[in-house]
């Protein structure tokens, strides 16, 4: 386990948490360790039954889900607990307390972000993809995708950001100012060793506020470069990956062939 003297270093480098906090369980009774803990960015802040001798409080920092444990003295470690036949014994409570409705707010902010359909509006899955037009490796991951996509069992929703190039914008904005803009993305992802898309003139306003938005929000999310794609994986968790995913990644992203 790690000393709380190491996690606020963390913390502190992580810097503030990039979600919105739910609602805190802290109160007046609260730890001091955990209220010096929450100035540092632990966030979301709930208390759980840790047993007699120990309180509890899953929390959230740089966006992923920890367990605090507060002893007796004042003090408290970080990490998982781990019962007599190794297995963890709060990766549920910190799944249900903190994790799910993390994931859950996540998801919420991308459907109404500003995106491009790729794929069967009936798709049984949706993965969503921060692309900028000149990303090759968002194109890498749009050819990778294609036996999922094809075959209608996933639908990958493209939240459009102009980042990589000084035309990126303007191609951005010329596939969201077209009367069919999953006609345009697939134009610019298949022609993409050719330049892909022309460049719109220009960028209208309010297009300028949908990719800054976009770009707010991948930011947000911890991205730092495209593509940033979040989904869901099998158990349920809201799960994230920077750059192209690797083939075993992949395959467990996009679900059975």
């Known amino acids: ?13 992580l810097g503030l948490l990039l979600l919105a906090p739910l609602a ?40 992923q889900p920890i367990a605090v444990y507060v002893t007796p003295d004042g003090n408290a470690i970080v990490g998982s607990r781990v019962g007599a036949d190794g297995s963890s014994l709060d990766e549920q ?11 859950e707010a996540i998801l919420a902010k991308l459907k109404a972000s500003t995106w491009v359909q ?24 749009f050819q990778a995708a294609r036996p999922w996509v094809d075959a209608g069992k996933v639908q990958l929703r493209h939240v459009m950001v102009g980042v ?16 069919d803009r999953t ?5 610019n992802e298949h022609a993409f060793a050719a330049g892909g898309i022309d460049p719109a003139p220009g960028v ?13 929000l991948m930011s947000e999310l911890g991205f730092r470069g495209t593509p940033g794609i ?24 996009m679900g059975p062939r």
């Open 164 to 179: 990589i190039k000084a035309d990126s914008s303007t191609k951005a904005a010329a596939i969201l100012t077209a009367k």
């Open 204 to 216: 209208p306003a309010g297009i300028r506020q949908q990719l800054d938005a976009n770009q707010a």
């Open 118 to 141: 790729d794929g069967k509006s009936d798709a049984p899955r949706i993965i969503y993809t921060f692309s900028d037009p000149n990303c090759p490796y968002c194109n890498r991951f």
């Open 93 to 103: 409570r910190l799944h249900d307390l903190v994790a799910k409705p993390m994931g």
């Open 24 to 63: 805190s369980a802290a109160g007046k009774d609260t730890p001091a360790v955990i209220r010096t803990l929450e100035q540092k960015g632990l966030g979301n802040v709930q208390e759980f039954d840790a047993g007699p001798n120990l309180r509890g409080f899953a929390g959230v920092a740089g966006q």
């Open 183 to 187: 006609a345009a993305l697939l134009q």
């Open 230 to 253: 979040v989904y869901v994986d099998a158990d349920g968790t809201v799960q994230r990956a920077n750059g192209m995913p690797q083939p075993e990644q992949l395959d467990a992203m």
């Open 1 to 13: 386990m790690i000393s709380t003297r190491h996690l606020a270093s963390a913390i502190a480098c």
